[in-house]
């Protein structure tokens, strides 16, 4: 047990690390003075000569005080240190130091290190009271010091050197003293060292500094002394550390090696990651078990699953629809072989989906897996559905065609009739035909006007003839709407087209829902001046035909109170394009709905009822054919605006 008048200076800048220390060195009997730093330290020692041994923090600021502190008195000092730092306890060789103590509490081994420090002292304190002087000490001291110690006056000439300077310089000791660096080292050198010296002495602060000579590193500390008389001297050493820097470069020179390879193996493992990533498919790794240990960006947006939450999981879990195809996974690890599913389909947010899936097995580092490949072919299967259809289309088309030139020659015979039985019977009753067979027959033909007026005949012959001229009219709009030949650009006017398309549109009439397209209110707001432009007549008739029907289904549908179609056409001269503007009162359209609503196959409408594809064609049609703009404006309860902008010159 140590005895209570020891005393101990305990320097060390973690407060909580001093006061636990603190504590457990008093409880081992030892009296402690604290300090944060070695500049407290110093000012402690001024005000307390009782100190027996100093425990100092290990650091640079340290370095520097330490002998400070042993010049003060001279004591045993030991540093704490936990010794990651090789370079300072390297320069604490020539230090007064009695060792080096942990700096992680006060254990057994530290309290018998500092009572091995305090035995040391005493010794070398007892072997300096029997020198005869401190310049023999000094002697010793510089003779047999592996650090290359130096004294300097305050000109920077040489006073004392340690004896290894003979070695390092090539020349005795005795030649080496009183000279300035210039005579003793390279122009260079002895430049940036004269100059480092003088402002350690102006400034009076220590310093520390690499230095090169010989092929030769060297670390030197250099630090003012101040003697008796004032004058200021210059002292330090110097530590070879070139077999520190040699290490450090091949270490350095490894790391560069090393970071070079992985950099390599970085960027091919990104390469790789960006090429799978970058595939449409959705790309899934799993191991003979069913675990995911790959899951491309694909997979994530797809199925809503992120890499970091797929990884590890089992697929049958994480994609339930997945089930039955592990057995499939199964058999390819088994045999080796790829297997193939086409064309499967599965239900998401009330769609039908369709995909193809391929399994290939996997053997990666002689472990066995597989990769799965989905690809999604929901538009595909669709368009394939949609060529039957326009195939049937096509032959219902032909049909159409033919019917309609069927009932031209009928509803011309009805025509005439009824123009005819007008002209005989109440036009031109009084024609001397028309007597002439009246009383043949004894027919009063004065009666005979009475009643027909009294029965309202003229009227009906009237509304039969126009309603012929109206059906012949509507049969020759799907004529021409209907006939198929190529993209013909001729000049046509907007204006005109819309009210064409009005009339194909007044024929648009579904039994089952009781919707006809006459009872809604059209208001024309149409720019009379708007100049012909080029257009394919047939393709826009198709694009506006789908938008009045469109939108008067809306209406119907949502049960609008008045539903009106407002159609407007308008210049947009800074644009140098022609405006048609479609808009109604109906139900509008949700921002989600209006997002999405040019996309193929999208539809609102219910199954059966909708193909999607009628704002998508539109759109192509108005945008690659005529190299115009379609764009749409809705909000829910506030109706629905189509703008279509066509160019105002030749494409």
């Known amino acids: 047990m140590a005895k209570i008048q020891i005393s101990i200076l305990l320097v060390e800048s973690e407060s909580k690390t001093a006061e636990d220390d603190s504590a457990e060195l008093i409880a081992q009997g030892y009296n402690v003075l604290s300090a944060q730093s070695g500049e407290h330290a110093l000012q402690a020692m001024e005000k307390n000569h009782d100190i027996d041994l100093i425990l100092m923090e290990l650091n640079g600021e340290s370095i520097m005080t330490a002998p400070l502190l042993i010049q003060k008195k001279e004591l045993p000092l030991l540093f704490r240190t936990d010794g990651t730092d090789r370079d300072l306890l390297e320069k604490t060789v020539s230090l007064l130091s009695f060792g080096y103590i942990a700096r992680s509490g006060i254990t057994p081994l530290v309290i018998s290190t500092i009572e091995s420090a305090l035995r040391n002292f005493r010794i070398t304190s007892e072997k300096i009271e029997n020198l005869e002087s401190d310049a023999e000490l000094l002697k010793l001291f510089l003779e047999f010091n592996p650090s290359y110690v130096f004294f300097k006056d305050h000109e920077i000439k040489t006073l004392k050197l340690s004896h290894n300077y003979e070695k390092m310089l090539g020349m005795p000791i005795d030649h080496l003293l009183g000279k300035t660096m210039f005579e003793l080292f390279p122009s260079d050198l002895a430049k940036s060292m004269d100059a480092d010296d003088k402002g350690i002495l102006e400034r009076g602060i220590p310093f520390e500094k690499e230095e090169e000579l010989n092929d030769h590193f060297y670390s030197t500390i250099k630090f003012p002394l101040k003697r008796r008389n004032g004058q200021s001297l210059l002292a330090g050493f110097s530590i070879d550390i070139t077999r520190r820097v040699q290490a450090e470069k091949k270490l350095l020179q490894e790391i560069e090696e090393h970071k070079s390879v992985k950099e390599q193996l970085i960027s091919l493992r990104q390469h790789l990651a960006d090429i799978i990533n970058s595939m449409p498919s959705m790309l899934i790794a799993v191991d003979m078990e069913g675990f995911v240990t790959d899951w491309n960006i694909q997979a994530a947006e797809n199925t809503g699953i992120s890499l970091e939450s797929a990884m590890g999981q089992s697929l049958e879990t994480l994609l339930p629809r997945f089930s039955r195809e592990m057995k499939l996974v199964d058999r390819a690890i088994a045999i080796n072989q790829e297997q193939a599913i086409h064309k499967k389909s599965y239900q998401k947010d009330s769609q039908v989906y369709f995909e193809d899936i391929t399994i290939y097995p996997l053997l990666n580092g002689g472990r066995k897996g597989a990769v799965i490949r989905v690809d999604n072919v929901t538009e595909k299967v669709q368009m394939e559905e949609m060529m039957v259809q326009s195939e049937k289309m096509l032959s219902l088309g032909g049909l159409a065609a033919g019917m309609a030139h069927e009932i031209n020659n009928p509803l011309a015979g009805m025509i005439q009739t009824a123009d005819v039985l007008s002209g005989r019977l109440w036009e031109k009753i009084n024609l001397p035909a028309n007597r002439k067979a009246a009383e043949e027959v004894g027919l009063d033909l004065t009666i005979l006007k009475t009643y027909m007026e009294h029965r309202k005949i003229p009227e009906m012959l009237e509304t039969l003839t126009i309603s012929g001229i109206r059906i012949a009219e509507i049969v020759n709009n799907m004529l021409s709407f209907a006939k198929k030949s190529k993209r013909e650009v001729r000049p046509g006017n907007l204006n005109t087209l819309l009210d064409a398309t009005l009339k194909l549109a007044e024929s648009d009439y579904n039994l089952k829902k009781q919707y006809d397209f006459k009872?809604?209110?059209?208001?024309?707001?149409?720019?009379?001046?708007?100049?012909?432009?080029?257009?394919?007549?047939?393709?826009?008739?198709?694009?506006?035909?789908?938008?009045?029907?469109?939108?008067?289904?809306?209406?119907?549908?949502?049960?609008?109170?008045?539903?009106?179609?407002?159609?407007?056409?308008?210049?947009?001269?800074?644009?140098?394009?022609?405006?048609?503007?479609?808009?109604?009162?109906?139900?509008?359209?949700?921002?989600?709905?209006?997002?999405?609503?040019?996309?193929?196959?999208?539809?609102?409408?219910?199954?059966?009822?909708?193909?999607?594809?009628?704002?998508?064609?539109?759109?192509?049609?108005?945008?690659?054919?005529?190299?115009?703009?379609?764009?749409?404006?809705?909000?829910?309860?506030?109706?629905?605006?189509?703008?279509?902008?066509?160019?105002?010159?030749?494409?």
């Open 519 to 651: 009872q809604i209110a059209i208001v024309k707001e149409y720019d009379e001046s708007l100049p012909k432009i080029m257009l394919d007549s047939p393709k826009i008739q198709q694009v506006l035909l789908n938008l009045f029907r469109n939108g008067s289904q809306a209406m119907i549908d949502g049960n609008t109170e008045s539903p009106t179609l407002i159609i407007r056409t308008k210049l947009d001269n800074k644009r140098h394009m022609a405006v048609v503007e479609i808009e109604d009162n109906g139900p509008g359209m949700t921002e989600d709905v209006k997002a999405r609503i040019f996309e193929p196959f999208f539809t609102t409408k219910p199954v059966g009822e909708g193909t999607g594809l009628g704002l998508s064609v539109s759109y192509f049609i108005i945008t690659e054919s005529h190299h115009g703009e379609m764009t749409v404006e809705s909000r829910p309860d506030h109706g629905t605006k189509f703008i279509i902008s066509l160019p105002m010159e030749s494409d």
